[in-house]
């Protein structure tokens, strides 16, 4: 049971480099989130889906795009790195419904120079 | 408009004395709500939830928390700290709206236990 997973955990990119961080998910969730945690400032969510083929704008979306093609995968893709892109980014999944609460995975530290 | 205010950005306690970590929520209707942790260089856990059920909530690791509407109040307890509660805590606020779940995230408690 490996809940949400999330690939690389560690990454420094240059600037003006692009990346896909992954995130898979096993459960069959169809809501799945992305969020940036930066000191001071909480989560703030960047896209999410709910549902393959289905994708919106969180609150801060811009430098950044996703897609949904299956259930299981929500990856997000770095177009052009800056460094105010330097966070960790936490992906989430839940099932539908206000009552259920989200599983996360263990975060991607990038590091943008 | 949904909404989550933890009014604590730190709390320090010694081991074994109650913690008290708290939130307050707006919501145009009857919410769920839920705390999390979140251990250094981790992800987030989630600790308990309300869902219009029993209004006193147990979670894991001996924390509960009581949705109180009339003060629009969802705070965190647990009745002795330990060394490895240390962490951060979020309180969220969960709606459907027509575009699919939405969670609103307070700014987080950063609890410090002292030995």
């Known amino acids: 049971n490996a809940g949400v997973t999330q690939t690389p955990k560690f990454q420094v990119l240059k600037t003006g480099q692009s990346m896909t961080l992954q995130c898979a998910q096993d459960m069959n969730h169809e809501y799945m989130s992305w969020y940036r945690q930066d000191p001071g400032m909480g989560l703030r969510l960047i896209h999410y889906s709910v549902g393959a083929g289905i994708t919106d704008q969180g609150e801060v979306p811009n430098g950044y795009n996703v897609s949904r093609s299956t259930t299981e995968d929500f990856p997000l893709r770095l177009l052009s790195a800056a460094p105010s892109q330097t966070s960790v980014y936490f992906c989430?999944?839940?099932?539908?419904?206000?009552?259920?609460?989200?599983?996360f995975g263990s975060g991607t530290r990038l590091t943008v120079v | 408009a949904q909404s989550v205010t933890q009014l604590d950005s730190h709390v320090s306690v010694s081991e074994g004395t109650p913690v008290l970590l708290r939130c307050n929520y707006s919501s145009s209707y009857s919410p769920s709500l839920f705390w999390y942790v979140q251990h250094p260089n981790k992800g987030l856990q989630l600790l308990l939830k309300?869902?219009?059920?029993?209004?006193l909530v147990k979670g894991i690791n001996g924390f509960e928390a009581e949705f109180k509407k009339s003060e629009t109040s969802f705070h965190l307890t647990k009745p002795s700290a330990h060394m490895s509660d240390a962490a951060e805590y979020f309180c969220v606020v969960s709606s459907l709206s027509n575009t699919g779940n939405q969670f609103y995230f307070g700014t987080g408690t950063s609890l410090t236990v002292i030995p």
């Open positions: 989430a999944s839940s099932p539908l419904g206000r009552n259920y609460g989200y599983t």
């Open positions: 309300y869902t219009s059920a029993a209004t």
